[in-house]
């Protein structure tokens, strides 16, 4: 039995190890470190000075925009992502032949690597380029030097390629809620002559409340944390700049400010946090939010 | 909810998808066609209908610059990465889902802790304990950290609690040791579950840009993405040889995603690939 | 424990058998196939003139090759001499990471050019090895389509306007923009603004350094018709894309480096090239000048010995090799300026006026943060709803809150 404890106790302990060296660690390294001026240039080490990195960061302009940006970017691609996938989900969850292609095809740019897909939309969004033609044949506003050159349109055209990216994945979540809905319930709204339209706002909504919250809590904590896309499409020019794009410019592009930069990750952290609570507290209550 | 539709509701219908499938692989295939075009030739969207095709680009990435090299860095850091996940996981999930005390409790709570957490508040420090570890610029910067995972865990976890534990006991009256059962009797039952975050891990490294960005600085350390990402930066390198790098990043991908499609599919509804 | 004792043996017996010889780390950027045998050879030279010296070569790149330097200092693994670009100096010297070569080179200065771009406090920190600048390339064939002689050049600021003016108005029709205008790049977008600010006579700070001026009124008058250009004739894209467009015949004017001249031979192109100095309100106006620089660590234990290297690296002959595969324009040895591979090429030419026609930034070790105040000024102004004198006004401001810290 003995044997059985302690072999137990050895098979976890990779986990153990894990976490406590690569997330509980430094998780406490990093809000330390964001309570001291701590750069990689400086020959003195790490020196306590209390709040003043927080201070500073909220009279800093790059952080306040970088933060404005962020929330641009997440109240922005939120909505939009989950009413596209939850249209999408609608779309193919009849039957109908050759459907699994296409939610496959729908969910394809998930799969892709973040770096590519940044890749090629840094091309589609050229002056010239794909998207310009596009919507110039819809008779919309080009940007004459593209748009990821322009600081009115660049930051919501990245917005615009992570919903296309993201659309696939919250549509696949949205499916397998639709499908723990029982028929029963569709079958007794026929009975009752309800529309479809009914059946839709009074039984798969309210139904798809807990997928719903699932994915507005995941989109949103990683939605917060944009960093790739900026980095490979506008290096955080044109107004693009996020907390995450921040916190690697101060952090460790050419500056080092290591105390700075962790304190600029904790503000993230709280509002995350903050945020993922809110949503559970306003979905969680009974009363329809559509 | 099958229901009858008239014949211009479904034709209606097909219309719609297959718009939206235009938009959803359009970049995709544009990537391809430019990636297939001579270098010397000026991009216009009217280069999609060109016909012309060289695999030039292809050559010239691994002749002139280090491909080969970042695919190997990508594939060896994926594959390591992804053999550590099937092995470390299924062992922790097992213990998991077998036993129940305030250290298996504990467990759990931690690993749903960093399931929540945002990896964003980990860069900094990170990069520090590789940097003082001596590990920074090193395969190992890019293995250890990612080498367990809790999504694998959770997944492991779920389903060994979906098998009764009958086998196990039997080989334990049988005298055969804990490690013995966890690699002859849990691995082979727990293949559905080691195939789903197996392909799940493999994807996620495979793509993985943020900490092999910032825990290397040799080009001879660079993974695809980061490659490809620095490329860009580059003052020499045009739109042909950068989708071509693009189009060897996703291929792997592609071919893994028509194979193992249920299996990424249903990892990703449990709350997979964290990009 | 005799584990430990053999160890301990070991690592005697072989410092002795290393302490007659010295190995040199030396890290640099120069990977391109061009220059690269170069640099090999050159090595090879030097160890078999000193062959109690092994030099060993770690190549950098220019995405992450500043960082991997700040880590090996701060490590303590860094190299004993290291190539640094003219604006990172100031950093390395202020946290005492380079060491101070003034006794050492102090009397050598002759012979070379860029010294004040290594001078910080008073001290020299690197010996300049290959400088560059920027000057005006002109497409002949647009200039004379737009009705000018055919060796006609801009020597004014207003002659200069006229001409981009004039092939706009010539060429837009056919998809040819009179100027070719950088889009915000980080480090790139303000070494084209620069010239047009130092040309207005405007300056970053007053001669002693005590205040930032950044937004004095000829500063505002270049911004001001920078952004002119830019929003009236401007081809706006990367610096890669606006050469590109520059030699498709797509651009007429551009400011640009010697690596054009690299490109349009490497690559066989076919233009109509012109080139002059960076005109002013007068002839010539100030251009951007920087420079790749050797020094040495201050921890590094064979200082001589690196002296001895950095020395024969950046010797005229050596110099000349060097630039001859890069077909870098701008050595820093005045004895290879003379050879006549340079002075029969009218473009290297052009390069070699130009340097003593340039400015560089100020030495600071703020100067990452200052350089970013500056980009996002001309950004505000470029492509924000920022008016050129607010911009400037706003990064003065910041400049002069970095510099009290």
């Known amino acids: 039995m003995t044997s059985r404890r302690l072999s137990r106790f050895l098979f976890a302990s990779p986990w153990v190890l894990s976490f406590v060296i690569f997330w509980a660690f430094p998780l406490l390294y990093s809000l330390w470190m964001g309570f001291t001026d701590y750069r990689l240039l400086s020959r003195s080490g790490p020196e306590w000075v209390g709040f003043d990195n927080y201070v500073a960061l909220f009279s800093d302009s790059d952080f306040l925009n970088s933060l404005k940006n962020t929330f641009i970017f997440v109240i922005g691609t939120i909505p939009v992502t989950t009413v596209i996938a939850l249209a999408l989900a609608l779309l193919v969850n009849r039957e109908f032949k050759g459907r699994g292609i296409f939610r496959s095809a729908y969910f394809l740019p998930w799969v892709t690597s973040m770096v590519v897909v940044a890749l090629i939309f840094t091309n589609l969004f050229q002056r010239g380029g794909y998207i310009a033609l596009l919507a110039q044949m819809v008779g919309l506003d080009v940007p004459t030097h593209g748009f990821l050159y322009d600081s009115s349109t660049a930051l919501y055209s990245i917005m615009a390629m992570d919903v296309w990216m993201a659309v696939g994945y919250y549509m696949l979540i949205f499916l397998a809620g639709l499908k723990a809905i029982p028929d029963e319930l569709y079958e007794a709204a026929e009975i009752s002559g309800a529309s479809s339209l009914r059946q839709f706002f009074t039984i798969t909504l309210p139904l798809l409340r807990p997928v719903a919250l699932f994915i507005l809590v995941i989109n949103s904590i990683k939605s917060f944390q944009v960093f790739v896309e900026i980095f490979v499409m506008t290096k955080g020019k044109f107004d693009t700049s996020t907390v995450v794009y921040f916190i690697y410019e101060t952090g460790l592009q050419t500056q080092f400010k290591f105390g700075y930069a962790s304190a600029a990750a904790y503000v993230l952290f709280v509002i995350i946090g903050l945020f993922s609570l809110l949503q559970f507290t306003v979905i969680r209550r009974r009363q329809p939010l559509w | ?275 | 424990m005799k584990r430990v004792l053999i160890l301990a043996i070991v690592v005697l017996l072989a410092g002795a058998t290393v302490s007659a010889e010295t190995t040199l780390e030396w890290w640099q950027f120069w990977t391109d196939p061009a220059v690269k045998p170069v640099i090999d050879s050159i090595v090879t030279e030097f160890e078999s003139a000193h062959p109690d010296i092994n030099v060993n070569v770690t190549d950098l790149t220019w995405s992450n090759g500043h960082e991997k330097i700040v880590i090996g200092f701060a490590s303590g693994r860094g190299p004993d001499v290291v190539e640094l670009g003219s604006d990172w100096i100031a950093q390395f010297a202020a946290s005492g990471q380079i060491a101070d070569l003034t006794d050492d080179l102090g009397a050598d200065t002759a012979g070379f050019q860029g010294w004040d771009m290594a001078t910080y406090e008073g001290a020299i920190y690197a010996r300049p090895w290959i400088l560059g600048t920027r000057v005006v390339f002109l497409n002949r064939d647009h200039l004379t389509l737009a009705g000018f002689d055919t060796t006609w050049l801009p020597v004014s600021f207003a002659q200069f306007y006229d001409a981009i003016h004039r092939i706009d108005s010539a060429g837009r029709s056919q998809g040819i923009y009179g100027w070719g205008s950088n889009t915000a790049e980080k480090h790139r977008l303000y070494k084209k603004f620069l010239p047009f600010f130092w040309s207005y006579g405007a300056q970053i700070f007053t001669d002693d350094r005590e205040y930032c001026v950044l937004s004095s009124l000829m500063a505002v008058e270049a911004l001001k018709q920078y952004k002119k250009l830019h929003d009236l004739y401007g081809y706006v894209d990367s610096q890669r894309g606006i050469e590109d467009a520059f030699l498709n015949g797509n651009v007429g004017v551009i400011l640009s480096g010697d690596w054009l001249l690299k490109r349009i031979e490497l690559e066989d192109r076919d233009i109509n090239l012109a080139s002059t100095l960076f005109p002013g309100p007068q002839y010539p106006g100030r251009s951007f000048k920087g420079g790749e620089f050797l020094a040495i660590s201050e921890m590094s234990d064979h200082r001589e010995e690196a002296l001895t290297f950095i020395e024969f690296v950046t010797s005229p002959e050596n110099q000349l090799r060097f630039c001859k595969a890069n077909r870098s324009a701008n050595p820093s040895s005045l004895t290879a300026q003379q050879d006549a591979y340079f002075q029969d090429n009218i473009h290297l030419q052009t390069f070699i006026k130009q340097i003593q026609f340039a400015k560089h930034p100020p030495v600071d070790p703020d100067w990452v943060y200052i350089e970013d105040e500056i980009e996002q000024a001309v950004e505000d102004a470029l492509f924000g709803d920022g008016l050129p004198a607010t911009a400037l006004l706003k990064a003065q401001q910041q400049i002069s809150e970095i510099m009290e810290q």
């Open chain 2, 1 to 275: 909810m099958v229901r009858s539709r008239s014949i211009v509701g479904s034709i209606v219908h097909y219309v719609v998808l297959v718009a939206i499938l235009a938009v959803m692989v359009g970049p995709l295939v544009w990537m391809a066609r430019v990636a297939l075009l001579d270098k010397t030739a000026t991009l216009s969207p009217d280069s999609l209908l060109s016909t012309a095709v060289t695999l030039q680009n292809f050559i010239d990435l691994f002749t002139q610059s280090g491909m080969a090299r970042y695919m190997f860095n990508s594939l060896f850091v994926a594959v390591a990465v992804t053999v550590g996940n099937i092995i470390f996981c299924v062992m922790v999930g097992w213990v998991l889902a077998r036993h129940r005390s305030w250290f298996t409790r504990l467990l759990f709570v931690s690993v749903v802790i960093v399931l929540m957490i945002p990896v964003h508040i980990v860069i900094i420090p990170l990069y520090l304990i590789c940097l003082k570890g001596g590990i920074y610029d090193t395969y190992w910067a890019l293995i250890l950290p990612f080498l367990i995972n809790p999504i694998g865990i959770f997944l492991a976890r779920q389903y060994i609690e979906t098998i009764p534990p009958s086998m196990e006991e039997a080989a334990r009256v049988d005298g055969a040791s804990e490690a013995r059962i966890l690699f002859t009797i849990v691995m082979p039952m727990a293949k559905p579950a080691i195939a789903v975050l197996g392909v799940l891990a493999f994807i996620t490294n495979w793509n993985s840009f943020l900490f092999p960005f910032i825990l290397t600085s040799s080009e001879s350390m660079r993974t695809l993405p980061v490659a490809l990402a620095m490329l860009q930066g580059h003052q020499a390198i045009d739109w042909q040889h950068l989708m071509a790098g693009s189009t060897l990043a996703v291929l792997p991908v592609l071919a893994l995603f028509f194979i193992m499609q249920r299996q990424i599919v249903s990892g990703v509804t449990a709350g997979g690939i964290k990009q």
